[in-house]
């Protein structure tokens, strides 16, 4: 066995779209076994043969690549890119299409923190049922119990009930707990910005420490200070390929070339064209379309989607960047209001952003749609949309920023 | 009961933790088509897991309802005084020559362990969707765990029944050394069903809704409120496609010794049960693929 940790090869992953994916009832399932048989004697006298599928996704096509024992790797890409579904795959939660991956080394997967954490339960249980749920051993769980509480300064609370806990605290004693695992291979997926600055330099300095004791590991962020300081490697994913590898460094910069190429319209659209995003347009508060944005007045982002089919749940997730590509902040439409059932055709959606305190002077923002495709996961691959900006250029700290903003849907007559 | 597992079970010494001079495990990943292997020794590999969700199981429960514990004795002792008063004294079931209440009881603690155990693992693929959609373990966890915390409010419950044999005066006879046997059908009749389900139930949410309406209509074809002598003799294996009636019967059997040995017909319901379970088990694992994807 060489030095190698990881290999990925030709890993694709499928999802298929629409309502009757997500968890059908039996009388549907039952007039469709019942009409299937029909539908594909028809299908097969008119010669059409396969084209009546489920409409699905790629939201991975191809992807290979090799990963060395030690290595430390950033995976960048936009909304949509492919980046969650890699790590789930790796972390065995769901099974690729195509292709094949093999793992040397105990993983953990770090997808998301307090995985399992139950309210009623006293912190010092919640850290031995997250533990185990992590794949730590008890006497391990045991061995590591005080430096966990610790680190999580929690030592005068870790028997309250966690239902109890700010937020603040729960995420600390999440993210303690799972900082604490021992596996040759991690998996982390975006879990640092728990916390306080405080706390949050904190979880950065324990990464960081990770890092640099030999362990592997597959590194999710959009933040590119913190990837590019935690990180020797980096993959580029778009559109659910492999678009680069090679240096952190040079990695960031092609990434900061992608999110400035302009896709046109249509450039995010499932493979048969059932959903797609049509147009997002930038306007000011009179509803006109602007390219740049004055400094302190509101900011309305409004995105077309057109489905052919009814869907469930539809949601559309906006992430702004600065323009050297660190995550400013995201909206995410279903967590600001949720509504279910859409009818096909088209729907727009309405952000309207009260008091950006943006203060940098370039910034992008990306738009990913989801739908209810199978496990409410799988995202479209999206646009990105660069804003020139007239700031004040003081105070770098992206954590005063925290604007209001509300989303509204309409949708436009019935389309296909 | 249900302390920290941390402190109050010690299932292994804290021996060579990391070792550097191991073979590093081989994750291979693979799409996976049809029919896949059960791989028993990985799902023994998270043993210690599995205590855990059972206890987190366990502690919840008593945590969120107010009379606790008490429960698990509340629910057989009322069906038991119900049954004794409808069945027993106003229809005058026969029940084989044993008080009714102990007649009754004897059978009510297998049946709640089963319905109990039946419920819980049903729903408990849907209700982890948390842990499901976020981590891998053997998926397999999570149904036995649903089954085996039931064992707690069976333990509780059974002692009630000590002190109700003790009242009316019946000593177990030696066929009481058989009766752990028979905890374990129930507990595989229950497994063995709520596998299916519990796929099931990812996949079609009716599932939920029928699992009531389906324990409520076993019940009554289970020889709980009445004795299977009411069954003719020959139509008895037949009977036994119901595993809970082997399992009902052969508690009265092994704690009271004075019915028949329950024979043929337990025979059907041990063969019945491991068609079930190898089924479901199988199945189990051919749906679990899907579950993230679903869920």
Redesign the interface.
Known sequence: MSDLAIRCEGLAKQYRIGNHETYRSLRETLTEALSTPIRRVRAALQGDRGSHGPPTIWALKDVSFDVKRGEVVGIIGRNGAGKSTLLKILSRITWPTRGSADIHGRVGSLLEVGTGFHPELTGRENVYLNGAILGMKKAEIARKFDEIVAFAELEKFIDTPVKRYSSGMYMRLAFAVAAHMENEILFVDEVLAVGDTAFQKKCLGKMDEVAKHGRTVLFVSHNMLVLQKLCTAGIVLDAGTVVSTGTIGSCVRFYSQLLESRPGADAACADDGSIAIKAVRVLDAEGRPIDNWQYGSPLIVEVDTLLHLPCQRLAVDITFYTGDGQRLFGLQSDSMGTRTGYEPGFHTIRFEIENPGFTVAEMYFDVGLRTSVVGYDAMLPCAGYLILQHAPMHAHNLNLITPSASAVWSQLGQGG | MAT???EA?R????AA??EPFL??????????RGWIPLNLSELWQYR??LV?LIW?DI??RY??TVLGAAWAVLQPVFSMVVFSLFFGRLAKVPSDGIPYPVFAYCALLPWQLFAYALNESSNSVVANE????????PRLVIPIAGVLAGLVDFAIAFVVLIFLMLGYGIIPTATVATLPLFVLLAILTALAVGLWLSALN?????VRYTIGFLTQIWLFLSPVAYPSSLVPARWRPLYGLNPMAGVVEGFRWALIGKTPAPGAMLGVSVIVVLLLLVGGLYYFRRME?TF????
Not at chain 2, 23 to 32: C, D, E, F, G, S
Not at chain 2, 130 to 137: A, G, H, Q, S
């Open positions: 920290l597992p941390g079970l299932l292994e010494p804290q933790v990391a073979p590093l495990p081989h994750v291979a990943i693979r799409p996976a210690e897991l855990f987190r502690k919840v945590k969120q948390r842990l499901i959609t976020r981590v891998y373990f990812v996949q079609y949410r009716d693929k993230a994807d679903v869920i």
